[in-house]
């Protein structure tokens, strides 16, 4: 049984910084490329950031220059660092992951149970 357990959500003042993980655990063969959503109160769930397994990275327009996203490859794990942030921002955040299980023959989509970011003065 695969598990995305994420951390670090909270309330920060606009302009203030918060760091997102999402660890991936189970019975994982190799896990690829991995990613941020956000879903706001009445809106569709969007991508944030995106990373490949060897490190390349996509980025929503409205964040490019405030967030950053990262990865351990040793450790399952996915980062996303949120500078200047903004009340825009606030949402729920969901981590997802594309990964082959040691019993599979193919690669699924996995997601996190998702971690409330509020940015709120």
């Known amino acids: 049984q695969v598990q995305l357990v994420e951390s670090g959500g909270g309330l920060v003042q606009p302009g203030g910084s918060l760091s997102l993980s999402c660890a991936a655990s189970g019975s994982i063969f190799r896990v690829y490329a991995m990613g941020w959503y956000r879903q706001a109160p009445g809106k569709q769930r969007e991508l944030v950031a995106a990373?490949?397994?060897?490190?390349?990275?996509n980025y929503a327009e409205s964040v490019k220059g405030r967030f950053s996203i990262s990865r351990d490859n040793a450790k399952n794990t996915v980062f996303l660092q949120m500078n200047s942030l903004k009340p825009e921002d606030t949402a729920v955040y969901y981590c997802?992951?594309?990964?082959?299980?040691?019993?599979?023959?193919?690669?699924?989509?996995?997601w996190g149970q998702g971690t409330q970011v509020t940015v709120s003065s």
């Open positions: 997802n992951a594309n990964l082959k299980e040691n019993s599979a023959w193919d690669t699924n989509l996995y």
């Open positions: 990373i490949t397994r060897g490190g390349n990275t």
